[in-house]
């Protein structure tokens, strides 16, 4: 009670010494130089007013409306003043600055469906506890993460002092009358709309920055810091833009008819307080990752068999933001945009804070950024990756890009030889970086059964089923190294001892001697996965009626027996097993 006693005390001594003085004669008026930015606002709204250019100066000045003084707070090319509690109709504020009479007009509205005071205040409560929570979370991860507890242990104090205002502002509201009480709900739904407002963007950014990691698997880092750095600009341009607003609501409370709207503008710039070390907060978990990709663009390529497609890792060493951006900034234009903005909202947030009164004030300021910069490497998501120039005009080098953000590289070639070359592996994204280039010396091995690299395919498991179709599928799991199985049948008759018929089905029929392939009587093909590990499909005969397909085939031919066998390029065979 004590310090919101003070804090009337402080308000309630007109600021504005510098007032609006009367026109001389030869003074001029201006109809359209100002507007406000709303087309209508309601008794006890903070308005905002927008010119073109700054034509009111610095220093507060004094207007009226309704023939009511008005305090107004002018910055750049805004000012901000509290609408009295007026009834609903048009109005005109006049105010005079640099011996121009400038008239606005205003049309006041009341807000419709007014909810309880108490619903009101429980609201405001309630989001200022959650974010207090959420402050603390992120001042303990800074400083876990390497921060200084100089930074952000000054932030943790600013919340327990906007906790211990609040508690006394819910003192002060349990002591209101019930009049009072009213226009304390006409003052807070006023103003509601820009406390959400705020409370929205500053809630968008904590989402995309906190989701931001130092290390993950291959994903699309670029677009997650591409949206935490749009909400981060555009929470500091909003914040930017309603600087008069927030100290109007701070320092002109004067214009306050009853304890119940004092309150209820206390509890607003309160609830904007929270806001500002609310966006320090994520402002310095979005500055503390490893934002720019720099150097070290590197990859875990190994020689090519032919015709083999290669999945390959490429990394690249991310670095944070620091001091030496601000002169020459970090290149890529969504890094530079950002860099401006930091750096314009930094001088923003201290003018705020040092502008506030003392009881109210932070010691939160925003410092310089560190010296040196921190470092993490990360995979780089194959969009922003281009493989180009290869050396050697006998090789063409595909990239094949994945769904989960990797890439598969294929070499080919018609040579019989292996063939040498080398090529550039470039990233490539305008918004982070000027570009990084890997040149890259590797080999193809036109001939892999002649390396003694290459062995035989493993089966590691099958099953018989009905198809989509109603077609015996016999379902062979396997893997294989190098340049993987021929994932086919045949046709016609062949030397069994070729790789004809590669992904191969032998009968035993009853009283035969030994397994015969099935010429002419399956296809086969890749099911699932790459020639490499993954499901190849045998199609056999229908399925009968109500029968299973193994029940199918010994319906078909009884007592024979079945074996399958898979195949390489270099006539390397799987054991044969048994279905």
């Not at 005071?117 to 959420?134: I, S």
């Not at 009853?510 to 296809?523: D, E, R, V």
Request: net charge neutral; glycine share 6%.
């Amino acid at each position: 009670m004590r310090t919101i006693t003070f804090l009337l005390c402080l308000i309630l001594v007109p600021s504005c010494n510098n007032t609006s003085e009367d026109p001389d004669p030869d003074s001029t008026t201006d109809t359209t130089a100002l507007k406000t930015i709303k087309s209508q606002h309601a008794p006890y709204e903070l308005v905002l007013l927008r010119s073109p250019k700054s034509i009111l100066g610095t220093q507060p000045l004094e207007g009226t409306i309704n023939e009511i003084k008005v305090q107004i707070t002018p910055k750049d090319t805004l000012a901000c003043f509290m609408l009295p509690g007026l009834t609903n109709g048009p109005y005109t504020l006049r105010l005079t600055a640099n011996n121009t009479v400038y008239t606005v007009p205003v049309v006041v509205v009341a807000v419709a469906n007014l909810q309880s005071p108490e619903t009101y205040f429980t609201a405001a409560e309630t989001q200022m506890l959650r974010n207090f929570t959420q402050i603390n979370t992120h001042a303990d991860a800074l400083i876990q993460d390497g921060g200084l507890p100089a930074d952000y242990l000054p932030l943790k104090q600013d919340v327990l002092q906007q906790a211990a205002l609040l508690s006394e502002y819910k003192t002060r509201f349990q002591n209101l009358s019930a009049a009072d009480k009213q226009e304390f709900a006409r003052a807070m739904a006023a103003n509601a709309a820009v406390d959400a407002e705020f409370e929205s963007l500053t809630a968008a950014f904590t989402t995309s920055a906190t989701a931001l990691r130092s290390t993950q698997a291959v994903s699309d880092y670029e677009a997650g810091v591409e949206v935490s750095m749009g909400h981060f600009i555009t929470t500091a341009i909003f914040t930017a833009g309603h600087i008069p607003l927030i100290l109007m609501g701070a320092k002109l409370l004067v214009a306050a008819p009853n304890p119940g709207v004092l309150l209820a503008l206390a509890l607003t710039v309160g609830s904007f307080e929270v806001h500002l070390l609310q966006l320090y907060s994520i402002t310095g978990i979005l500055l503390s990752k490893a934002l720019k990709p720099y150097e070290g663009l590197d990859l875990n390529q190994t020689v090519f068999q032919l015709g083999q497609e290669l999945d390959v890792a490429v990394t690249a060493k991310y670095r944070t933001f620091f001091q030496g951006d601000e002169a020459t900034f970090p290149g890529g234009s969504l890094l530079n945009a950002g860099m401006a903005q930091f750096t314009s909202f930094r001088s923003s947030f201290n003018e705020i804070v040092n502008a506030l009164p003392q009881t109210l004030r932070p010691s939160t300021r925003f410092k310089e950024l560190r010296t040196q910069y921190s470092t993490s490497v990360r995979n780089v998501f194959n969009r922003y990756l281009r493989v180009s120039n290869v050396s050697n005009p006998n090789v063409t080098l595909t990239q094949l890009n994945q769904a989960d953000g990797g890439i598969r590289l294929r070499a080919t070639t018609s040579a019989t030889t292996n063939q040498p070359f080398s090529y550039d592996l470039t990233y490539t994204n305008g918004k982070f970086s000027n570009g990084l280039t890997k040149r890259v010396t590797t080999q193809l091995i036109a001939s892999p059964c002649s390396t003694g690299t290459v062995t035989a395919p493993v089966i590691n498991g099958t099953q018989v089923v009905c198809n989509a179709n109603n077609i015996v599928s016999i379902q062979i799991a396997f893997t294989a190294n190098g340049p993987g199985i021929l994932p086919s049948g045949g046709s016609l008759y062949c030397d069994p001892t070729q790789t004809c018929y590669p992904v191969r089905l032998y009968f035993l029929s009853p009283g035969a001697p030994a397994y015969s392939i099935a010429y002419n009587g399956y296809s086969a093909s890749l099911l699932s996965g790459t020639v490499n590990q993954g499901v190849v499909e045998i199609r056999f005969i229908s399925c009968r009626p109500n029968m299973s397909a193994r029940a199918s085939m010994d319906a078909t031919y009884p007592n024979y027996l079945w074996k399958v066998e898979l195949m390489n390029m270099c006539n390397q065979r799987s054991a044969q097993q048994s279905i």
